[in-house]
């Protein structure tokens, strides 16, 4: 038996009731988007055979509205020819073809009632199936997200990665101290002339830089 026995069932469904109680939401979304594409499959099969039917009962109502056609004007030839048992068989063949008339009639009002009932129910089925889809998209979507965090979450904290960032930093302290080590060396020995010159170099650019603010202030201020 399917998620769905009735079209009435899956029409008057509550989707997202029906998700809350599953115990996998995904699963049973798959089987209901399943049984309501074999339904709209088998009610248009069913509207099919309906049209089918409804062109069938107007050709015969066609056939028996010329034979009440043809009855009566061999009743009026009978009596203009003095006939009247011909005219009277010929009325009561004419009174039984219209009794079809009229059942045909009937036939194809129930077969319009039916198909109308069959339309309303196609749309409301395709907007239950376009719901179901979209309920279907967003748990794929929501299950997608949910994966990628989890491991994202798994290797953000993972001991193993915690470990190596320890030992990265072990190592830098290693070679800070190699640097310290190296530059402990230089400490107290004297400048040489290149770096002498380098100093100078450096104090006229301060001085010059100096100089040339100064000015500028000075020069505002004037102007003010």
Do not use: C, H
């Not at 009731?17 to 339904?39: W, Y």
């Not at 915690?162 to 004297?190: C, F, K, N, Q, W």
Request: hydrophobic letters at 40%.
């Amino acid at each position: 038996m399917g998620v769905f026995s009735r079209l009435s069932d899956i029409i008057n469904s509550n989707l997202n009731a029906m998700l809350d109680k599953a115990e996998d939401p995904e699963k049973i979304v798959r089987l209901i988007i399943q049984e309501m594409e074999d339904t709209l499959v088998e009610v248009r099969s069913r509207a099919a055979r309906a049209i089918a039917d409804k062109k069938e009962v107007e050709r015969k109502k066609a056939e028996f509205i010329g034979r009440v056609n043809e009855w009566e004007s061999k009743a009026e030839l009978a009596i203009a020819k003095g006939r009247d048992d011909l005219a009277k068989g010929a009325i009561a063949a004419k009174r039984k073809a219209q009794e079809m008339v009229d059942l045909f009639d009937k036939e194809f009002q129930a077969i319009d009632k039916s198909l109308e009932k069959a339309n309303d129910d196609l749309a409301k089925l395709q907007a239950k199936l376009k719901e179901a889809k979209a309920k279907q998209r967003s748990l794929e979507i929501r299950r997608t997200a949910a994966s990628d965090s989890v491991r994202i979450n798994r290797q953000v904290y993972d001991g193993r990665i915690d470990e190596a960032m320890a030992r990265y930093e072990r190592y830098e302290r290693r070679i800070d101290e190699l640097e310290a080590e190296a530059e402990s060396y230089v400490l107290g020995r004297p400048k040489s002339l290149e770096e002498e010159f380098k100093e100078l170099e450096a104090e006229d650019g301060v001085n010059a830089e100096f100089e040339a603010l100064k000015q500028r202030i000075v020069s505002r201020m004037n102007k003010s």
